[in-house]
């Protein structure tokens, strides 16, 4: 069972809104960071938004803020990202993940524990 699942995904036009969400099941992330990362045709694999356990620590890559949102809803066991104002270079497969992170460390790719199997996200011009 895959402890991580993402949906919300899918193709919007330039200056678009997707909301993607990502349910955690199999065991409680009340006490793990969680975020999401993003990966690109030929680019790396990158950071684009985190939050901590208790929601008191966010992170945001540049190219998005003021744009993405990040929540969560510790009852639902849930994770979302509302993403306002798309772009095509937001076009991209996001994963959810999950971290024990001692100490604030979002956008190291080797914190995280858990990653869900992705989701796509086409932003058209």
């Known amino acids: 069972q895959v402890p991580l699942v993402e949906s919300g995904g899918g193709l919007v036009q330039a200056g678009g809104s997707l909301r993607l969400s990502c349910a955690a099941s199999?065991?409680?992330?009340?006490?793990?960071?969680m975020g999401w990362f993003r990966q690109a045709p030929g680019k790396e694999r990158e950071s684009v938004a985190v939050i901590s356990w208790n929601g008191v620590n966010t992170y945001y890559a540049d190219s998005v803020k003021g744009r993405f949102t990040i929540s969560r809803d510790h009852a639902k066991n849930t994770l979302y990202l509302q993403m306002n104002s798309l772009k095509p270079d937001d076009t991209a497969i996001y994963y959810c993940?999950?971290?024990?992170?001692?100490?604030?460390?979002?956008?190291?790719?080797?914190?995280?524990?858990?990653w869900g199997q992705g989701t796509q996200v086409t932003v058209s011009s």
């Open positions: 199999g065991r409680t992330f009340s006490s793990y960071a």
């Open positions: 993940v999950a971290a024990l992170m001692a100490n604030w460390a979002p956008a190291n790719i080797g914190e995280y524990d858990y």
